[in-house]
């Protein structure tokens, strides 16, 4: 069975065999000259055209000059030999259409070939991924990932524990501290609080400050601003 491209179906379902590369060439080439061969058709349809409307210009002028000869059946003949030449020349141009439509046809079909083929080895590339990419192999990598990122957590959580030497010697020490209050009990020794004695500051003047000798405009309305912030704090 053969499709539209005038490839086998067989063929189409395995585009990368040579056989069929050999069959979509041959496709092509028959096609690109179909195509060809129309063009040419309507090529010689344009000529036979221009040469029909040369001869019906030539039959109008005959008729005009055989009327003014009185040849009225002459004149007749001309004409009708000219409706003759329109009906063929509307014959021409149904055909010409016919002949273009057939080169769109074949355009669209080499066109459409030209998607089917890519979709194809698009098909087949995602295929051959697929296959180095099943489903059990992606499950294992994302358990695997997992296992991984739970490692790092836990490195992490024991990274940020704090770091104490003594902390397996607390209960020794406090066993050791009991033993020292128990001796001290015995011996009847007092008990040394730890006591801090008051630190006995100077008192702020109370009186206006002494004048300074010889002191400068700057010097002296800093001392006014020192007793005047003295004044405030004692009120």
Do not use: C, W, Y
Not at 101 to 116: K, P, R, S
Not at 159 to 165: E, G, H, S, T, Y
Not at 176 to 199: F, I, N, Q, S, Y
């Amino acid at each position: 069975m053969r499709s539209f491209f005038g490839v086998k179906k067989d063929a189409v379902l395995q585009p990368s065999t040579s056989s069929v590369h050999r069959g979509d060439n041959n496709s092509r080439t028959e096609t690109a000259n179909s195509i060809l061969n129309l063009r040419e058709s309507i090529a010689t349809q344009e000529k036979r055209e221009k040469h029909l409307e040369k001869k019906m210009e030539e039959l109008v002028v005959e008729a005009k000059e055989k009327m003014a000869k009185n040849d009225k059946k002459g004149a007749l003949f001309s004409l009708k030999l000219k409706k003759l030449h329109e009906a063929e020349l509307d014959k021409i141009a149904n055909t010409k259409m016919t002949l273009e439509t057939q080169v769109m046809n074949l355009e669209t079909f080499i066109h459409n070939a030209e998607i089917i083929r890519a979709m194809e080895f698009g098909k087949n590339a995602m295929a051959a991924i697929r296959k180095e990419t099943d489903i059990e192999r992606v499950e294992e990598l994302i358990d695997d990932v997992k296992e991984e990122m739970e490692a790092a957590s836990e490195i992490s959580n024991a990274l940020a524990q704090p770091i104490d030497p003594f902390v397996m010697d607390e209960d020794d020490l406090l066993a050791e501290l009991k033993e020292e209050m128990t001796a001290d009990d015995a011996l009847g020794a007092p008990v040394v609080k730890a006591h801090h004695e008051a630190v006995a500051f100077p008192t702020a003047p109370t009186k206006k400050l002494p004048a300074i000798a010889n002191a400068s405009k700057e010097e002296a309305e800093e001392l006014a601003a020192l007793e005047a912030e003295l004044a405030r704090k004692m009120s």
